[in-house]
């Protein structure tokens, strides 16, 4: 289970950067806290970063299921895909929210939570 546990490990470090890229955001745009609000390129960043929470809170548990019903081994693919799509997402939305296109790592997470499922109601009838 070394795979997954590297993956996710990966991931919390992309999401504290993200998180600490906005922080700087806020200072260098003039966004000073509490406001959620303000300069554009800052809300772009503080998006990312929303985002990228909201999308860790189905792909953690996801791959850890993937991994013990499918194979550790084989979610290293949507577990590399995941953390590819997330810094793509992350460039091409604070460049331009509009030609962002919808967020892959959407597709990764189902993908995860199907094969786990897959994956459990085969380990019930072996």
Known sequence: MEYPI????????QYL???LRTGIA???FGVEA????GHETWER???VHLNTLEQLIVFIPALLAFSYYVSPKWALLPGVAFLIARQTYSFL???NPKGRGFPPTFFVNVILVVGSLIGIVVSLYK
Not at 6 to 12: D, K, P, V
Not at 34 to 37: A, E, H, M, T
């Open 45 to 47: 960043y503080n998006r």
């Open 26 to 28: 806020r200072g260098t």
């Open 93 to 95: 939305y604070v460049k």
């Open 17 to 19: 950067f993200f998180g």
């Open 34 to 37: 509490p406001r959620v609000s």
């Open 6 to 13: 590297i993956i996710i490990l990966l991931a919390l470090v």
